[in-house]
């Protein structure tokens, strides 16, 4: 199974901050690579897929890059609702695997 | 408006079944490959089985090979997981999702509780 990590598992900042999660596959996933937002007591919300492209009605705020086994999710400025958590996702190999997540609080 | 809702969950004792179903709309639900995911606090997101648009392929995660069946019902636009032979492990919160190189679309989840 690819395994995927993500860093930082917990991450502080403020409104208006420029953040960066990086999630690290343990082998190559091509560009079938998504990125998902999820708040407490809700399901997942898709923000990025195929690495870079931005799901429809998504705020270009959020911004996904990489390549092989390393994967960036950017947020240019923090807005208040972005304060959520955070997981990665490989669609390249069965079984499909999810990153253990990146709790983003309030600074 | 799309919808996707979970239903069937509840407490089952280790050893039973369960099974799992998911009613969509809003969507060409034929058209979209299907999966479970299910989340707990301590292992977080598990992707639990896949099942193609056509029906042709599925695919499972190991540990639940040869125990639960994705299946599909496109007259009905409902996806279904049955839970044989239930664990401990098992429990958790169980979303249902559409799309193929990404979910683009989740349920609200439906939790499984499996406790002797």
């Known amino acids: 199974d690819i395994q995927l990590t993500q860093s930082p598992s917990f991450l502080s900042a403020s409104v208006g901050d420029r953040v960066a999660i990086t999630c690290r596959a343990s082998?190559?996933?091509?560009?079938?690579f998504a990125w998902y937002q999820q708040k407490p007591g809700k399901a997942p919300k898709l923000l990025i897929y195929?690495?870079?492209t931005l799901q429809s009605g998504v705020p270009s705020r959020f911004s996904g890059s990489g390549s092989g086994t390393e994967f960036t999710l950017t947020i240019s400025s923090l807005q208040p609702e972005d304060f959520a958590t955070y997981f990665c996702?490989?669609?390249?190999?069965?079984?499909?695997?999810f990153g253990p997540g990146t709790s983003l609080e309030i600074k | 408006q799309v919808q996707l809702v979970e239903s069937g969950g509840g407490v089952v004792q280790p050893g039973k079944s369960l099974r799992l179903s998911c009613a969509v709309s809003?969507?060409?639900?034929?058209?979209?490959?299907m999966h479970w995911v299910r989340q707990t606090p301590a292992k977080g997101l598990e992707w639990v089985a896949v099942i193609w648009s056509d029906g042709s392929k599925k695919f499972y995660v190991d540990s639940v090979k040869g125990r639960f069946t994705i299946s599909r019902d496109d007259s009905k636009n409902t996806l279904y997981l049955q839970m044989n032979s239930l664990r401990d492990e098992d429990t958790a919160v169980y979303f249902c999702?559409?799309?193929?190189?990404?979910?683009?679309?989740w349920g609200r989840g439906t939790q499984v509780t499996v406790s002797s």
């Open positions: 195929g690495t870079s």
């Open positions: 996702q490989q669609l390249h190999t069965f079984p499909y695997t």
């Open positions: 999702a559409g799309g193929s190189y990404f979910l683009g679309r």
């Open positions: 082998q190559a996933t091509g560009t079938f």
């Open positions: 809003g969507i060409t639900f034929r058209t979209y490959h």
